[in-house]
């Protein structure tokens, strides 16, 4: 029996099989991948496949995946979380006030999206909240220059911006970002029988509270599908080489071709195109920032 997992609790999985029944199912053995040590082996968006034995489910076997998300369970962490696999698109939630999403945060996610090759999307939510905030409309605008797509928006209840219901429509699509940030309310508006539970914002800390435990897929009146996750804190990405990090910002991978080494870190190297770009204005402050505090990053992992 074949089927794709829907929910993941830790030891058990929802299955939905092919004829849509709903299973619960465990796994037998253990599964790596590429040599990782993961925290979870099993991903919602997982194909599977699974035997009845005793009048258990079990699964055998996981079908190769087309695509996954990966993030470092923890910070300082050697295991890794597969997020959901499978995917059309990434749509990290995002606010610029209560809570206020971080642009390191956000550029640690575009970096992950584009290493494994995933359509990523940032949607600005609670705008009712800074709308016109100079400082929000000049962050918006600067992510719109360098090519990502942008949707700005208030999710409340069962009100549903028409941009927001047409961007998962016929498509599998994660759902990622802090706590607090609208991803349960968001759902229940595309989906209003998902009931996600919604909490409010500790406003000592300014931070959500965790209201999504498990992550999950539910399926769209339209027949898409959507993955809501728990909110996270931070996102570690795993090890790679540093002269790649630069090919994952838009506007550096247009001009680092004609920077003098293939290599170049875009650091302090003669005639790196990318510099001499940022020295003219042609990349944002913030964004340069973050690449270089993921630069460290990345070279203090491989240095372990």
């Known amino acids: 029996m074949k089927g794709v997992v829907?929910?993941?609790?830790?030891?058990?999985?929802?299955?939905?099989?092919?004829?849509?029944?709903?299973?619960?199912?465990?796994l037998r053995g253990r599964f790596r991948l590429q040599g990782k040590e993961l925290t979870n082996p099993i991903a919602v968006g997982d194909h599977v496949r699974m035997d009845l034995i005793d009048e258990d489910w079990l699964i055998e076997e996981i079908l190769p995946r087309r695509n996954y998300l990966l993030r470092q369970a923890t910070k300082l962490s050697s295991r890794y979380q597969i997020v959901a696999s499978n995917l059309d698109q990434a749509v990290v939630i995002a606010t610029y006030l209560q809570p206020r999403t971080s642009t390191g945060f956000l550029d640690r996610f575009l970096v992950t999206t584009a290493h494994y090759g995933i359509d990523a999307v940032i949607l600005f939510n609670k705008s009712d909240l800074y709308g016109d905030d100079p400082g929000f409309l000049e962050l918006v605008d600067t992510y719109q220059s360098i090519g990502y797509n942008v949707i700005v928006t208030n999710c409340v209840g069962e009100t549903m911006d028409e941009n927001v219901s047409k961007l998962f429509h016929n498509k599998t699509s994660l759902l990622f970002g802090h706590?607090?940030?609208g991803k349960s309310t968001l759902l229940n508006g595309l989906l209003p029988k998902a009931?996600?539970?919604?909490?409010?914002?500790?406003?000592?800390?300014?931070?959500?509270?965790?209201?999504?435990?498990?992550?999950?897929?539910?399926?769209?009146p339209n027949g898409a599908k959507v993955i809501d996750t728990p909110g996270v804190k931070e996102f570690g990405l795993e090890p790679m080489e540093a002269w790649k990090l630069g090919h994952y910002f838009p506007e550096f991978k247009a001009v680092l071709n004609s920077c003098k080494y293939n290599?170049?870190?875009?650091?302090?190297?003669?005639?790196?195109?990318?510099?001499?770009?940022?020295?003219?204005?042609?990349?944002?402050?913030?964004?340069?920032?973050?690449?270089?505090?993921?630069?460290?990053?990345?070279?203090?992992?491989?240095?372990?």
């Open 263 to 304: 290599t170049c870190l875009h650091l302090n190297e003669p005639n790196c195109a990318v510099m001499a770009a940022f020295a003219e204005g042609l990349i944002a402050d913030f964004r340069y920032e973050n690449y270089l505090n993921i630069l460290e990053d990345i070279q203090n992992s491989t240095e372990k």
């Open 195 to 220: 009931l996600q539970a919604t909490g409010e914002i500790s406003l000592t800390h300014d931070k959500g509270k965790h209201t999504t435990t498990f992550a999950e897929m539910f399926t769209l």
């Open 179 to 181: 706590s607090g940030v």
């Open 6 to 26: 829907v929910k993941s609790t830790g030891s058990w999985y929802s299955v939905e099989t092919m004829e849509g029944e709903l299973v619960s199912a465990r």
